[in-house]
T-cell receptor, first 112, second 116 residues
């Protein structure tokens, strides 16, 4: 089956720093989604990407759908303590209905 | 608030107990999903329902039994579970699972299950 490699697995940064994480796959995806999960909660959708090359922002978050359709990155600018959580990428294949393949997650810790 | 609610939020059960997890979505979606999230493992898709019909069963043990009485409600019935079944169980919904459409899944807050 499809595999999504998400890196880094964890990051410990100083408040105010910028953050970058990415997902790569051996398969081509038609949609990339980025979710954030707070402790004890379910994943919350941050950004959805539907076209190769698409660059989308949501406040301090920016994500891009790679041209090859096999990768995506998420950037967070000027990190805050509230950014702490686990960030997941997910890819969707059109010929698999809405089934998503998830990355292993990036655990972000921000030091005030 | 994502429009998907789950109850209970926390559950402790013995291996001989029978319990049920409930999910309700208020988004008017037609597809609902059960996922299992264990520590240090990617989200694992368990079941998918579309318009109350099960369309996906990812080799889940029979001690997990899903039920979808209507497109807004999804249950996961649990019986004779094992300690390794302890995990966060997440429900999600999407507009539909029609192949060829690009849609998004919205997750509930999950039920944290501990099997003793």
């Amino acid at each position: 089956g499809q595999q999504l490699n998400q890196s880094p697995q964890s990051m410990f940064i100083q408040e105010g720093e910028d953050v970058s994480m990415n997902c790569t796959s051996s398969s081509i995806f038609n949609t990339w989604l980025w979710y954030k999960q707070d402790p004890g909660e379910g994943p919350v959708l941050l950004i959805a990407l539907y076209k190769a090359g698409e660059l989308t922002s949501n406040g301090r978050l920016t994500a891009q759908f790679g041209i090859t359709r096999k990768d995506s990155f998420l950037n967070i600018s000027a990190s805050r303590p509230s950014d702490v959580g686990i960030y997941f990428c997910a890819g969707q294949l059109l010929n698999a209905g809405n089934m998503l393949t998830f990355g292993g997650g990036t655990r972000l810790m921000v030091k005030p | 608030e994502t429009g998907v609610t789950q109850t209970p939020r926390h559950l402790v059960m013995g291996m001989t107990n029978k319990k049920s997890l409930k999910c309700e979505q208020h988004l008017g979606h037609n597809a609902m999903y059960w996922y299992k999230q264990s520590a240090k493992k990617p989200l694992e898709l368990m079941f998918v329902y579309s318009l109350e019909e099960r369309v996906e069963n990812n080799s889940v043990p029979s001690r997990f039994s899903p039920e979808c009485p209507n497109s807004s409600h999804l249950f996961l019935h649990l019986h004779t579970l094992q300690p390794e079944d302890s995990a966060l169980y997440l429900c999600a919904s999407s507009q539909d699972i029609v192949t060829g459409t690009q849609e998004t899944q919205y997750f509930g807050p999950g039920t944290r299950l501990l099997v003793l």
